[in-house]
């Protein structure tokens, strides 16, 4: 992100004169995410950070054909656009396909940033009213999730370099700072300073990551 993760609604819920509802408010656009890229550029951009983030990753073709967890990322974009655009059914139907298809749901609504990156994919969840800043990494079975049945901001607002261990649950409307590590199947309930490192049922703040850690791809789990 180039600013603050914020969790500043614009504009006002309407009505659904159809269903007699109300939809969930769509959240400004992501400054990075909507940065002035080609898709040819995103495209490798997104495969540069796989490729950095994953060992086992042999050649750019390879991350294309059989990385789920890019295919859920590209398909989000697409199906966010719609959302934004109005076509609230279309977007619902393409991430359910999504979903189907890669083991990653992320709902249309979620905003996203710049080298969004999930290893292995299954069973990630990321809800409507999320925000992720840039370079997040996720392993398989993350939950950013909500904790009320009201509508508004209902999910976490995830800081910029944060890293989430397998199985990780962030639950409610709650702020993960920049450079943070959740480590494996932790349950994070509440404000994360920056630069922390959380594990634990509920989570808590067992240190602060090493300076290191910022520099190099480190699993959380290697704190617990």
């Given at each position: ?17 159809a ?32 490729a ?6 042999r ?101 910029d ?64």
């Amino acid at each position: 992100m180039t600013g603050p993760v914020t969790s500043t609604w614009a504009g006002r819920r309407r009505r659904s004169t159809a269903a007699g509802v109300q939809p969930s408010p769509v959240p400004p656009a992501h400054p990075a995410a909507d940065a002035d890229l080609t898709w040819r550029e995103r495209l490798r951009e997104d495969l540069d950070t796989a490729a950095r983030r994953d060992p086992a990753a042999r050649s750019r073709a390879e991350l294309v054909l059989a990385y789920p967890g890019l295919h859920a990322v590209w398909v989000h974009r697409f199906s966010h656009r719609l959302w934004r655009r109005g076509g609230r059914l279309p977007a619902r139907v393409v991430s359910h396909l999504a979903r189907a298809a890669t083991g990653v749901e992320i709902h249309p609504g979620a905003t996203i940033g710049r080298r969004f990156f999930v290893d292995h994919g299954m069973g990630v969840v990321i809800g409507e009213t999320a925000v992720v800043g840039d370079d997040v990494m996720m392993y398989h079975g993350v939950t950013l999730g909500g904790r009320s049945l009201q509508g508004g901001k209902r999910h976490p607002t995830v800081g910029d370099g944060v890293t989430f261990g397998a199985g990780a649950r962030v639950l409610g409307a709650v702020s993960i700072g920049a450079g943070a590590q959740v480590g494996a199947n932790a349950v994070v309930v509440r404000d994360v300073p920056a630069g922390a490192v959380v594990v634990g049922v509920p989570g808590r703040v067992v240190e602060r990551a090493p300076a290191a850690a910022a520099e190099d791809d480190v699993d959380p789990a290697i704190w617990i």
